[in-house]
């Protein structure tokens, strides 16, 4: 009989990989839906050349070294993905009109069950859900993107220089500078990679649980006490964003399409490994889809909301488009 590697082999040895390099590619790309056509696209080139494959590396490797090359490729043609903080503009006055734009190719949240962190082993969801944080991916986003691929690969993943090298298409030395300035970039605007994610505190499930009812109930005066005093509100694809809580206050009342409790519904969901909200908003009798909302604490209140629109966004996290208005959401 032959020893030749099969397809059928490849298929039963790849198949248990592909949570962990969507969210390889997601982290280089910013993008739930980049990351799963080039994880299709990891798995087309390996299928092909699986033949060749000769086991001088680990299937593992092999395959992280073809969706790297895959996600810089694609990187070529693609500008980064910012939230509407990282643009360079200063943050807005809520009384302005808000302005979209559609030609942004804006950071998308990934629901934890897609990149792994929603189910398995508890220490490789922890190093998920640190390393798919959504102040991290958009950080990531600053970098060039061969200076991306090295910071995950060395930081992330633990590559020895050398393996990096060898992705990447560098030299060991090259590798090591790189490495040096994108931690550098990357600290004056992230936390750190070695920050563990903490779970929350009773005291922050209390003020999640206060942050949904100001909400639901449409209690905005509520809200000022749940956000830190520096907290940063945004949108996209709107390009504003908003800092502080009287600012957010300020925005929800003048834009908010909601007008009496009742009107918004928050189902309780899981996204970059933090609390994160599908938000329904209630018309001719039903809850239709709204938004996607991942929240960020820090210390001693919500320091961060991105709220995220799109079209394809619930289909992603395996939500349904409508909710009848007496339904109760459960997790």
Known sequence: ??????NEDFLRRADPMRRELLAHCY????????????????YLRAWRGYDGFEGRSSLRTWLYRIATSACLTALDSRGRRPLPSGLGAPSTEPSAPLVQDAEVPWLEPVPDA????????????????????LALIAALQHLPPRQRAVLILRDVLKWKAA??????GVSTAAVNSILQRARAQLNQVSP?????????????????ERYVAAFENYD?????????????????????????????????????????????????????????????????????EFAIMVVT?????????????????????????TLESETTATK
């Not at 009989?1 to 099969?6: F, I, V």
């Not at 393996?163 to 990447?168: K, L, M, Q, R, S």
């Not at 809200?223 to 390009?239: C, G, N, Q, R, S």
């Not at 961060?304 to 939500?319: P, S, Y």
């Open 297 to 321: 604490f820090s210390g001693e209140g919500i320091s961060h909301v991105g709220m995220f629109f799109g079209e394809t966004l619930f289909e992603t996290f395996g939500l349904p488009a």
């Open 163 to 168: 393996e990096v090298a060898d992705a990447v």
């Open 220 to 288: 905005v005066d509520s809200l000022v006490h749940l956000f830190t005093k520096d907290a940063i509100w945004e949108m996209p694809p709107y390009v504003g964003w908003y800092q502080g809580p009287d600012a957010i206050m300020e925005l929800t009342r003048r834009h908010c399409p909601a007008q009496r409790a009742g009107d918004l519904k928050l189902v309780p969901i899981a996204a970059n490994g933090q609390p994160a909200f599908a938000m329904y908003f209630r018309e001719d009798g039903r809850y239709r």
């Open 114 to 133: 897609l990149a792994g962190a929603g189910a398995g082993d508890p220490a490789a969801i922890v190093t998920s859900r640190e390393s798919i944080r």
């Open 192 to 208: 750190s990679l070695d920050d563990p994610v903490e779970p929350l505190t009773p005291e922050q499930r209390e003020q999640l």
């Open 1 to 6: 009989m032959s020893d030749k590697p099969t």
């Open 27 to 42: 982290r280089m790309m910013g993008s739930v839906h980049d990351a799963e056509d080039l994880v299709q696209e990891t």
